[in-house]
């Protein structure tokens, strides 16, 4: 009798089972595989496309900055002080008279009445020194003038001995006595008019050593009297006050800023431009600032020589009037011309990529945005020059496409 055969079923059921899991898992992977693979998608709306152009370019440099006077002068304290009053505030048009802040110091005027002391009593010194030496210089001229009498007696008296002794009436010895007496008053006479000289000399230099004295007292008390009357501070120029720095009350050293005052109508444009875009700027370069009550024409006067930031100070000098409602510090864009170039590559200034260096963008090409390295040439205000990476007629995606950081390829819908 023929038994049934049930073996084979079961085994065909698990091979069969056993090939559809290895076709699934085969399927699975393939499709994670194709997933992983395929490109993200952006919307074409989202993108800021530009196409690379050839044409002539405006190289341009842009900066914002603020109006500074070029006229400036910090009022300081001329001696360590406090304030006693502030006379004007900020926005007052002064003159270079006007007292702007009043200041006090007891010991400045003690000191000025001590100078002013010093000078009466030298004065009184000289005036005393002064009639002193004029009597001693009187005595001594009284002696000389005795003295040259008693020559003038003793030369006659020598004569007429001399015609008695000839004649015999008296002895030779007292015709003697008469020439030696006469030649002894001279050599006196002689002395005494020596002495005179010294004595007017050294009087002359007492008195010229007592004066200069009475001279330096009196530019001392000068100095002092000054300094008391520069607590009055004043402008020294004609402008506007911008700023004071100090309260009434306050205690100040000497040399220490109180007010600053300014010209409001001599003013330069103070721009920050980007160090990668400072290359081609140089002196005398025009440019133009947007003061916000019209546009003006300048050229660049001054380059700081250091970056700070990640930027340069340039300033620029106006070559035109000034609108009249323009105000120092007031914020202000400005625009360097750099040069015209011939015809070159460029492309509008993306989100990302400066002059001189490179940046990675993404070009359009069947559908697809793929990631290009570029370098970037030379700027100008709106467009940018391309050196490598691009050609002609390029589109070009310029947004902000940093979220896509680490991917190369974009699908575009």
């Known amino acids: 009798m023929d038994v049934p055969r049930t073996g084979a079923k079961p085994r065909t059921r698990r091979i069969v089972l056993v090939s559809g899991a290895v076709l699934a898992l085969l399927v699975i992977t393939l499709g994670l595989r194709w997933y992983s693979s395929r490109a993200p998608t952006v919307s074409r709306g989202e993108l800021w496309v530009g196409t690379v152009q050839r044409g002539p370019l405006a190289l341009e440099v842009r900066g914002t900055g603020t109006l500074v006077p070029i006229d400036v002068r910090w009022a300081p304290a001329p001696i360590a002080a406090r304030v006693e009053k502030v006379v004007v505030q900020a926005g007052a048009v002064v003159q270079p008279d006007t007292i702007l802040i009043e200041l006090s110091n007891p010991d400045a005027e003690l000191a000025a009445l001590e100078a002013d002391r010093d000078v009466a009593a030298a004065e009184s010194e000289l005036a005393r020194l002064g009639a002193t030496l004029d009597g001693s210089k009187l005595a001594q001229e009284s002696a000389v003038a005795g003295l040259d009498s008693d020559v003038v007696m003793a030369n006659r008296r020598k004569e007429i001995d001399t015609n008695m002794a000839q004649k015999g009436v008296i002895a030779d010895l007292e015709s003697k006595e008469s020439v030696d007496r006469a030649g002894q008053l001279q050599n006196r006479l002689e002395f005494e008019k020596r002495r005179l000289g010294a004595l007017k000399r050294g009087n002359a230099a007492q008195l010229e050593a007592q004066r200069s004295q009475v001279e330096r007292l ?15 501070v ?20 000497a040399g220490a800023p109180l007010a600053k005052v300014v010209v409001p109508d001599r ?4 721009l920050k431009i980007p160090e990668a875009s400072m290359s081609d700027v140089a002196l005398g370069l025009p440019a133009s600032i947007d003061t916000r009550a019209g546009v003006v024409r300048g050229e660049v006067a001054r380059i700081d020589p250091a970056a700070q930031n990640g930027s340069v100070t340039v300033d620029v000098k106006f070559t035109e009037a000034l609108p009249k409602a323009v105000r120092p510090d007031q914020n202000i864009d400005g625009v360097i011309q750099l040069a015209q170039t011939g015809a070159v590559l460029h492309v509008a200034r993306p989100a990302i990529g400066e002059a001189h260096a490179t940046a990675s963008l993404f070009v359009l090409r069947d559908g697809e945005a793929r990631r290009v390295p570029v370098r970037f040439g030379r700027a100008a205000l709106k467009d940018i020059e391309v050196e490598q990476g691009l050609r002609e007629g390029d589109q070009v995606v310029l947004s ?3 979220r896509w950081d680490g991917i190369d390829r974009l699908r575009v819908e």
């Open 218 to 232: 009196k530019a001392l008390a000068a100095f002092r009297r000054k300094q008391l009357d520069a607590l009055h």
């Open 234 to 253: 004043k402008a020294d120029k004609a402008g506007v006050v911008q700023q004071v720095a100090v309260e009434v009350g306050q205690a100040v050293p």
């Open 267 to 270: 003013l330069q444009a103070r």
């Open 400 to 402: 902000d496409m940093s």
